[in-house]
Every structure is written in C-alpha cells, then in structure tokens.
C-alpha cells in the first residue's frame, strides 16, 4: 500500500525522534519514561505563553505557543511510539493530517482544548492524538507547520543535547534572549530544500551559538 504524504511526515518524525531519543538513553524504550506528565506540564507553560490572566493585558506569543505545542509532539510522539513493536500506528497521521479550517485563533477554546489535554495525560497517563488534534484545530495550526517547526525544534534539542544539556554546560539564553526565539529566526531565514533543512539549520545553530558566547 502506498503510503499518503501525512504517513510519510509522521514516519519522519518518528524517525528523527527515535534518533533523538536514543541519545538521551540507548534503551530510552524500557525506561518507563513519565512522558504524559511532561506533556501536561509544558501544556501549563503553553498557557503563559498564550496568556490567561484576566487581570491584566496579555498578547498571546504564537510563535512560541507553536513551539510549545511542537514540545508536547516531542513527548506525545515518544509515548505513542512505545506503544508500537515496530512502526508507529500510520492511523495517527490520518488524525493530524486532516485539514484545519483557515480561521483566527479562539482564545477560550484554545485554553480549554489544552486543559483537556493535560487532564487527559494525567487521568490516563497516556497521551490522545485527539486532544492533541482539538489543541491544533483551536489555535489554528496545521499538520505541515507542525512538521516544519517539529524538524526545527528536533535540532534544537540534538543541539542542545550535544552542547552539555543534560550535564548543565548548555546556555539556554543566547545575547539575553532564549535559544527558541533565535530557532524561528533562523528557519524564517533558511532558502533551501526540505529534505536540506535538518543539516542547514544545524549549521545555523551552531554559527549563532558560537557568536553569542561571549
């Protein structure tokens, strides 16, 4: 059977994050990782993010509202993968791949379709492609940006990991700002293929890591 272009993003990413993975833990599988409360906690830092407090002015960031959606896919993506002896269920691409509706963000539903996802994750200790689907639908976003910023947020992790993050040499602010910020820079900059992306925007990283150093 030939396999539609959402399976074959969704067989990248899991993939990519396979890789990723494997360099936190080479039997990251058997670990019983906590990944749903990772995702209910960076659900918590998305509403920051957003903005939810009615007792003051808040504009919601949607770059980094986007990211922090692309970070509960990292751990979403993890859980729904050790769930799999082999590939991962191509069905979940059907889900995500479905078009969203080319409309403005609906604040309410946004926070509530995060909030259900977090009370999700922590009921069953699992994660839902359904919630997670309501979350894009909501803001709105669509499966190909959560490709784009998932294979840019990928990077950034392998280049955080590599850079001393899990040993706390990694610098997580760059010249006052955090390194997210400078990762939308440099894929709004990027003019290359898709397929040369991953290794173009490596590059990128490094060369703007090293410059901020001092």
């Known amino acids: 059977m030939t396999e539609t272009v959402a399976q074959v993003k969704l067989a990248t990413m899991a ?30 830092e998305m509403l920051d993010h957003f903005g939810w407090k009615w007792w003051k002015k ?24 050790t769930r799999a002896d082999a590939a991962i269920d191509p069905r979940v691409a059907d889900v995500l791949g479905a078009s969203v509706a080319d409309s403005t963000s609906d604040g309410e539903a946004f926070r509530l379709a995060i909030e259900a996802l977090a009370q999700d994750s922590i009921a069953t ?5 359904t919630h997670f689907r309501a979350a894009m639908e909501t803001l709105p976003m669509s499966y190909d940006e959560l490709f784009e910023l998932y294979v840019g947020k990928n990077m950034l992790n392998r280049f955080r990991q590599a850079h001393g993050y899990k040993t706390g040499e990694y610098r997580k602010t760059w010249a006052g700002r955090e390194d997210n910020d400078h990762l939308i820079e440099l894929i709004a900059a990027l003019n290359c293929a898709p397929e040369a992306v ?3 925007l490596y590059t990128a990283l490094e060369q703007r890591y090293a410059e901020t150093a001092s």
């Open 198 to 200: 991953p290794a173009a």
């Open 125 to 129: 200790q699992s994660f839902s492609v």
């Open 15 to 44: 993939a990519m994050q396979e890789e990723h993975n494997l360099q936190v833990h080479p039997e990251w599988r058997s670990q019983n990782y906590p990944f749903y409360r990772a995702a209910w906690v960076e659900c918590a």
């Open 58 to 81: 808040q504009q919601p960031d949607l770059d980094q509202v986007k990211l922090e959606l692309v970070d509960i896919w990292h751990f979403g993506l993890s859980e729904l993968m």
